[in-house]
C-alpha cells in the first residue's frame, strides 16, 4: 500500500519551454503532497508544500511564478516549471501522506523525475 | 529550526560486515524520525520510524533507537549485504508555520557493500 506514482520519469526538453510533472496517490488520499528538488550527490531541498483545494506554500527562496503547483484532487498534484533553462535541470520528487496530518506519518515518496534542459 | 546531521560518507564495507550510520537531530517539541533509503535513480523509500523516546524502529535487519537524551537516531545493521548498497538519509518530521508536518533531512550517507 501507499504508492506514489510521478510521471514522467525523465524529460529532455528546449530551454524556454514548460514542463509539467505529476504526483498521483495510487491507493490512498493526500491532502497534503510535497515537492522536492535534489542536486546531484546532495539531500533533498523542500520546495513546496500543496494541500489539496488550496494554494502551495513555498519555501524561502522557491519562484512561485517559476514553479507552479496546483494539487486539484486528493490524489493529484502537479509541478510546472515554466520557461524552464539550464539551471532548472535538476531530479524533482514528490511525497504524499494521508489523511490525518500527524508527525509519525511517514511521507511516501515517487520515483522522481529526472529533467534536462538543453 | 530543526536540523538533523548524519555522518558524511561514503561509507564502504565488505558484505557481512556491521553497519553503523550515525544521526543526531536539533528539533523543538517531540519529532518522529525516519530513516530513508534512496536506490541509485529513485526516488526515497521509508526505511523505518520511530514516533516517542526509546522507540526502536527495525526492518530488513535494520535498526534505530529514538534516544532523547542523546538526540540521537543511529542506524545499524548486523550484517550489511550487497543490495544494501544505496544512499541512507535520516529525517525528522515536525511542524512548518501551520499544521503541515514538513521532513527535515540530513545530507545522505553513500553506502557501498562489496562482495
Known amino acids: 500500500g501507499a504508492v506514489v506514482s510521478q510521471h514522467p520519469s525523465w524529460v529532455i526538453c528546449k530551454s524556454g519551454t514548460s514542463v509539467k510533472i505529476e504526483c498521483r496517490s495510487l491507493d490512498f488520499q493526500a491532502t497534503t503532497m510535497f515537492w522536492y528538488r535534489q542536486f546531484p550527490k546532495q539531500s533533498l531541498m523542500l520546495m513546496a508544500t500543496s494541500n489539496e483545494g488550496s494554494k502551495a506554500t513555498y519555501e524561502q527562496g522557491v519562484e512561485k511564478d517559476k514553479f507552479l503547483i496546483n494539487h486539484a484532487s486528493l490524489t493529484l498534484s502537479t509541478l510546472t516549471v515554466t520557461s524552464a533553462h539550464p539551471e532548472d535541470s535538476s531530479f524533482y520528487i514528490c511525497?504524499?501522506?494521508?489523511?490525518?496530518?500527524?508527525?509519525?506519518?511517514?511521507?511516501?515518496f515517487g520515483d522522481g523525475t529526472r529533467l534536462s534542459i538543453l | 529550526g530543526d536540523s538533523v546531521t548524519q555522518m558524511e560518507g561514503p561509507v564502504t564495507l565488505s558484505e557481512e560486515a556491521f553497519l553503523t550510520i550515525n544521526c543526531t537531530y536539533t528539533?523543538?517539541?517531540?519529532?518522529?524520525l525516519f530513516w530513508y533509503v534512496q536506490y541509485p535513480g529513485e526516488g526515497l523509500q521509508l526505511l523505518l520510524k520511530a514516533t516517542k523516546a526509546d522507540d526502536k524502529g527495525s526492518n530488513k535487519g535494520f535498526e534505530a533507537t529514538y534516544r532523547k537524551e542523546t538526540t540521537s537516531f543511529h542506524l545499524e545493521k548486523g550484517s550489511v549485504q550487497v543490495s544494501d548498497s544505496a544512499v541512507y538519509f535520516c529525517a525528522l518530521s515536525g511542524l512548518s508555520g501551520g499544521s503541515n508536518y514538513k521532513l527535515t533531512f540530513g545530507k545522505g550517507t553513500l553506502l557501498t557493500v562489496n562482495p
Open positions: 528539533a523543538t517539541g517531540y519529532p518522529s
Open positions: 511525497s504524499a501522506i494521508g489523511t490525518g496530518g500527524h508527525s509519525n506519518q511517514p511521507q511516501h
